[in-house]
């Protein structure tokens, strides 16, 4: 490929928030063109949609809205997932766009308490998206809706007690959901107010970044 490959993150938090959405292109910008994109207004035919951004690869960010309110966009964007995997395109779908991506391949989503802080995980089966973590990750959590089950044409590749469906990848592609927000850095507490209570500020390490650095490796191999 000539140029830089597009990368195109969904802000599904807007107009509320953009901070998962400009965390995450950060994340990817020394490897890709990224830009960021408001769904709530409609995106229309997913092909066309698709071919108007150029996109090379897909990030949807997190949101503190529910996917079970099915409102119009979601069933878009889901809709729009859907032809991205039939595209053979990346995607790395965080905690709200995971449930999003989940939903689009069968699976349900369902309410539990919600969570929020650091939280260990199991990782299963070696997935290249954990490489260098051993068996165990360390992430950021907050959410209450999760999945129920694993999704037709995924694998699970991290787990919980406490949510069993952490991460998913469709078999054979780098298409990728997680549950946990790896792009969340020191600066969350400035801009959610509901991470100061969990008495983080200041020790905030976590594995995030290893994470986000192997999912653009990962892309860039796919894409050449």
Known sequence: MSRRPRLVVLSNDAPDSSYGARRLAGAFGTAFDATIVEPQGGLGAPRAWLAARGADALVLSGSERS????????????????????????????????????????????????????????????????????????VPEQHGDQLERVPHGFDLIATSDYCGVQAIRRAGLPV?????????????????????????????????????????????????
Do not use: S
């Open 176 to 224: 990728y959901g997680v549950q946990f927000h790896p792009c969340y850095g020191d600066d969350v507490f400035d801009a959610d107010d509901a991470w100061e209570a969990t008495g983080l500020r200041g020790r905030f390490a976590h594995d995030g970044a290893d994470i986000l650095a192997n999912a653009a490796r990962i892309f860039r191999a796919w894409i050449g």
């Open 67 to 138: 996917v079970t309110a099915r409102l119009p966009w979601m069933e878009e964007e889901g809709a729009l997932l859907v032809e991205a995997v039939a595209r053979r395109l990346p995607v790395l779908a965080v905690c709200f766009g995971h449930q999003l991506l989940g939903r689009a391949f069968g699976a349900e989503v369902v309410r539990e308490a919600k969570r929020i802080g650091l939280y260990h995980i199991e990782l299963v089966g070696g997935d290249p998206l954990f490489a260098g973590l051993g068996h165990r990750a360390l």
